[in-house]
């Protein structure tokens, strides 16, 4: 009976022994195998560096810092770009953070310079004197007088004009055809008119003195002669230059020359006629490049119907150079340039943003062409919160724009809070835009740091009490920066700076 016992506890031991087996290990074995695989499908998609996660390298190693470079698995960040940080909705909104779409559309290329108006040179007359002899009546009086075609000069008295008239009617006279040809061709040869000589024929009265007339309309740009005075064949009396077309002679440079070509559109603006645009065209293109300042010289012109052009007037000029072709293109002001490249901040969206390495093309208007590494419908940033200058690390960038840590409540158990005083700061930088009508100003700046900014370009405010009308584009400055609140600055001061002091 004992024995019957013994055997009947064995058995039930044993289908309980049985039952554990059966119920967990499977699932240990299965466990196990599920990890096993996971572990034996994740690749190593590359090694980057623990601080920077720019720096990747395709096997292990050390990073710049001497740390070992750490592996980035092909599942993992799945979902959203290892490179890529989140902005909350808040700091967003307080950076006024603007997008772009890159976009296909043509882009116009145009060359902007500056030159300088003058006579075109096609249409300038210098009156000179075919024969010796003497100034008499002289009707133009100063420099800057205008003459219309046909109008009187002066006159002239020389002995061998008379004597050359006398000989006219003298074959006349005998009726020598010959004779009369041949003096016809002398007065012709000293400067009469053909009406001149008609005249003398027709009267058969010698004149003493011979008017002069002016051959083409303008104003005298030089007066070399007075009433009296002695001449000679080989002097230079007075220019006259017809200032119904003008010249603008404009320099580009060596990598634009090759854009160039004869009767491209030309468009000129000059600061003493605002509102007003000139069309003319390209005329000549100068063979050789100075060899100072390796720039191409290119002739303009211009018509001047109203004579309101002015030799020597300032001129700013576009020459647009024509094409049909669509780029890639987001607007200039979105590309970070750094000395290993240009850069645009990539919206990804959802908060979430990274750098993006860019190649690039032409500029014109306001947008730049995109070679390579973007797409058709990416969004770009194009606030100017976010754009940093070369020296400037664009790590820093998304470490300005990650959401802080709210210090209240670290300080709750300290009783009650003081409010901070607004921080101002002194800073040098350039001035890149100035908008008066909303009072604001785009400059460059050196590091902030108070405020913990990089070298970077920003649009700020400027205060009410700052006149604008002083500074230009480009110009080296000064300022003050006070902050009104979180992410939130004002321009208090502003200041031109006289000498170069490193702010380039």
């Known amino acids: 009976m004992k024995n019957k016992w013994i055997l009947i506890l064995i058995i039930l031991f044993g289908v309980i022994l049985g039952f554990l087996i059966g119920r967990y290990l499977p699932v240990a074995k299965m466990t196990e195998t599920s990890k096993s695989a996971t572990k034996k499908e994740k690749k190593v998609k590359y090694w980057v560096a623990p601080m920077n996660p720019t720096y990747r390298r395709d096997k292990p190693g050390k990073s710049p810092m001497g740390m070992d470079l750490v592996p980035v698995y092909e599942d993992e960040g799945s979902g959203s770009d290892d490179s890529s940080i989140k902005i909350s909705p808040r700091v967003i909104n307080n950076l006024g953070v603007i997008t772009a779409s890159a976009k296909y559309e043509p882009i116009s290329k145009a060359i902007d310079t500056v030159g300088y108006v003058a006579a075109n040179e096609d249409d300038i007359e210098n009156v000179n004197s075919f024969i010796d002899g003497w100034v008499r009546n002289l009707r133009i009086t100063a420099v800057g007088d205008p003459v219309r075609k046909g109008q009187v000069l002066f006159e002239l008295y020389s002995p ?233 690390n664009l790590s820093a960038a998304f470490e300005r724009l990650a959401p802080h840590k709210d210090k209240s409540k670290s300080g709750h158990h300290h009783g009650k809070h003081k409010m901070e005083k607004p921080k101002k700061s002194k800073n040098q930088g350039y001035i890149l835009a100035i908008k008066k009508d909303s009072h604001k100003i785009t400059l460059r700046h050196l590091p902030i740091k108070q405020y913990g900014m990089p070298e970077m370009v920003m649009e700020l405010p400027v205060s009410s009490k700052i006149d604008l009308s002083p500074f230009m584009v480009g110009q080296k400055i000064t300022f003050k920066l006070k902050e009104v609140k979180p992410n939130h600055y004002i321009v208090t001061e502003l200041n031109p700076i006289k000498k170069d002091k490193g702010t380039d």
């Open 160 to 392: 061998s004009l008379v004597n050359a008239q006398q000989e006219l009617i003298l074959a006349l006279q005998n009726n020598n055809q010959q004779l009369v040809e041949a003096s016809r061709k002398k007065l012709i040869t000293l400067g009469l008119t053909l009406n001149q000589i008609n005249e003398l024929q027709r009267t058969r009265k010698v004149k003493q003195q011979i008017e002069v007339y002016a051959k083409s309309s303008g104003i005298v740009s030089k007066l070399n002669i007075r009433d009296g005075i002695y001449i000679k064949p080989d002097k230079i009396l007075m220019t006259i230059e017809d200032l119904s077309s003008v010249w603008i002679r404009v320099e580009v440079y060596e990598a634009q020359a090759d854009w160039v070509k004869l009767n491209q559109i030309a468009q000129a603006t000059f600061p003493g006629l605002p509102g007003k645009v000139w069309q003319g065209e390209v005329i000549y293109i100068y063979p050789t490049l100075d060899k100072i300042t390796h720039t191409l010289a290119v002739r303009l012109h211009f018509p001047n119907p109203n004579l309101t052009l002015k030799p020597d007037m300032y001129a700013s000029v576009k020459i647009l150079i024509p094409t049909s072709k669509k780029s890639l293109v987001i607007p200039t002001f979105s590309v970070i340039t750094t000395g290993k490249g240009s850069h645009v901040i990539l919206s990804l969206g959802k908060g979430r943003f990274r750098p993006q390495e860019v190649i690039l093309g032409d500029e014109s208007n306001g947008k730049i062409e995109v070679l390579r590494g973007l797409s058709k419908g990416d969004e770009v940033v194009t606030s100017g919160q976010f754009l940093i200058d070369s020296e400037s």
